[in-house]
């Protein structure tokens, strides 16, 4: 699928951040917006995604909404990330997931 937007400017303003041992964790929550690829932008579209955390991407057979949740966090010089989409977990839980990962 092609996105609107990139991955960096879908993610450009984290909803939360915590700290674990030093170590700064984001998280994200992010509506996905799946379309097909003759899909027009509405205007409820194009403001949603001018707020941020919202995302349009081309190439489904039918008009999806999904929320997407992210931790991301560098720790010795390499990137991590937990996310999954449309999960029965709390931002604290995915906090709690990346600081233990982060103490191991």
Known sequence: MKAAKNEAEDHSTPTMTKEYAGTKVE???TTYKFVPPDYKLTEEDNALMEQGN??????SDKVEIQQN???TWEKDGISYSLMGFDLDLTD???FDMAGQMIMK
């Open 92 to 94: 604290e839980e995915m």
């Open 54 to 59: 919202y995302t349009i991407s081309y190439g």
């Open 69 to 71: 949740k992210t931790v």
């Open 27 to 29: 998280y994200y929550n």
